[in-house]
């Protein structure tokens, strides 16, 4: 399964990586802003985490929904304030709370490879 990271808070991104590669997916890249995350959604990434305020503002909003109706990934957004999120996201699977637990993320990645 190809993941993609949209965070820019680079030693969360790193952790994430480690913690979905353990878990035996491919991690296609981490993408710091909306411009990196387009560019590598081009791989057609399976899943992706996405964080909503980014090093170009709060762009995660637009960024999951263009990842999920442009690319057909499945869109989390992580978030330590899930009501920036503002209206709800076409295409978005679920938010999870930062910190993030390795649990949730196995059960994630389970839920994705499934179906």
Not at 14 to 31: F, M, N, R, T
Not at 102 to 110: G, K, N
Request: aromatic share 4%; proline share 4%.
């Amino acid at each position: 399964m190809k993941v993609l990271i949209v965070e820019d808070e680079i030693f969360a991104a790193l952790h994430l990586e480690s913690a979905i590669a353990d878990l035996g997916c491919d991690v296609i890249g981490i993408a710091p802003d909306r411009c990196t995350a387009l560019e590598l959604a081009k791989e057609k990434p399976d899943l992706a985490f996405v964080d909503l305020n980014l090093r170009d503002g709060l762009t995660g909003p637009d960024i999951a929904r263009s990842l999920a109706n442009q690319f057909g990934a499945r869109v989390y957004v992580l978030s330590a304030n899930p009501g920036q999120m503002g209206c709800n996201l076409n295409g978005l699977i679920g938010v999870i709370d930062k910190p993030w637990q390795e649990a949730e993320l196995a059960q994630i990645v389970r839920s994705a490879e499934d179906g």
